[in-house]
């Protein structure tokens, strides 16, 4: 069983940056980070394969948002620039074993319990 700890969340106005963290309870191999607004389905932000080769980036975040992961400290990152109202939401780690490619929410077995983000106008 894999424990996710996310961490960095808050509130900023648009415009403004975050770094959200999550430490993991040992390497796992495709980590992602998905969010959630109020009334709205679970969607994918970025996901990171193992050695850090395989990046994807929702469109909608792509050029904003840089994931990174540290294997020797077991953590990934989410650094987010330009944030906007849009963005605002639970942000989730979630992580699987296997690869990233193509792997929807569905198929990523440990997640961890959110930080919000909230960014104003």
């Known amino acids: 069983q894999v424990q996710l700890v996310e961490s960095g969340g808050g509130s900023v106005q648009a415009g403004g940056s975050l770094r959200l963290s999550c430490v993991a309870s040992?390497?796992?191999?495709?980590m992602g980070w998905f969010r959630q607004a109020p009334g709205k389905e679970r969607e994918a932000v970025a996901s990171v394969s193992g050695g850090g080769g395989m990046i994807d980036y929702a469109d909608s975040v792509k050029g904003r948002f840089t994931v990174s992961r540290d294997n020797a400290k077991n953590m990934v990152y989410l650094q987010m620039n330009t944030l906007k109202p849009v963005d605002t939401g639970m942000y989730y780690c979630?992580?699987?074993?296997?690869?990233?490619?193509?792997?929807?929410?569905?198929?990523?077995?440990?997640w961890g319990q959110g930080t919000q983000v909230t960014v104003s106008s």
């Open positions: 040992g390497f796992i191999y495709c």
């Open positions: 979630a992580a699987r074993g296997g690869s990233c490619f193509r792997a929807n929410a569905e198929s990523f077995p440990y």
